[in-house]
């Protein structure tokens, strides 16, 4: 109860300096939310989505889960990505993946681990597609690190397949979908310049005809 206690505890103290700084600080942000941008990343508790771009509350609409998949049968993954991009009208969508990823770890190894296997299942997909680049690299650390790498290239390309974004494209040419990798050991992140903002980005197959389905 030490821990439950001093999480209520660190919530007043947070409140008092806000208010100190500005005392229409909550006020505001009760009127409602207008973030410019969908942040799609992993669960680990070490990458706070807010923290590490310096971005205060009200300007990152965040979608979480092990090793930050866009699985296109994740109802709780679409949700969020509607509402962000019809809604809110975000001009940009990041994956943020990072390095020392345990999804990533726990999909390069052949251990069972229970119910998540299911969902580790799609990590290994990626590692299928490219996987004579992967088996060429012999050092294991390398390998995992690119395997990170692609796996976030993949998800960007996952999301530009959605009708979500595609029929938002044919509307507005946003939002901009980018890829970015985060190192836990300095704290930078690494832009791997990939970037999305139109169905010719895509596959010619997973081109959906201009117009959303009425």
């Not at 680990?44 to 009200?58: H, K, L, Q, T």
Request: charged letters at 20%; glycine letters at 6%.
């Amino acid at each position: 109860m030490e821990l439950y206690n001093k999480l209520l505890q660190n919530n007043r103290e947070w409140v008092e300096r806000m208010i100190s700084s500005d005392p229409k600080y909550f006020s505001k942000l009760a009127e409602g939310q207008k973030p410019p941008l969908l942040w799609i990343g992993c669960a680990d508790s070490r990458v706070p989505a807010n923290e590490i771009i310096g971005a205060p509350p009200g300007e990152v609409f965040v979608h979480r889960n092990i090793a930050n998949m866009v699985v296109n049968t994740d109802m709780n993954m679409l949700s969020v990505l509607d509402y962000a991009v019809s809604i809110l009208n975000v001009q940009h969508v990041i994956v943020c993946g990072h390095y020392g990823c345990g999804g990533i770890k726990a999909a390069m190894s052949n251990q069972q681990f229970g119910l998540i296997d299911n969902w580790i299942r799609h990590i290994k997909d990626v590692y299928r597609f490219h996987q004579k680049e992967l088996d060429d690299i012999h050092d294991i650390g390398k390998r995992e690190s690119r395997f990170i790498e692609l796996n976030i290239i993949e998800q960007v390309y996952n999301l530009g397949k959605t009708s979500i974004i595609q029929n938002s494209w044919s509307e507005s040419k946003s939002p901009f979908i980018h890829g970015w990798v985060y190192d836990i050991r300095n704290g930078l992140i690494k832009d791997l310049e990939v970037t999305v903002n139109e169905n010719n980005d895509l596959l010619k197959i997973y081109q959906f005809e201009t117009g959303a389905v009425k």
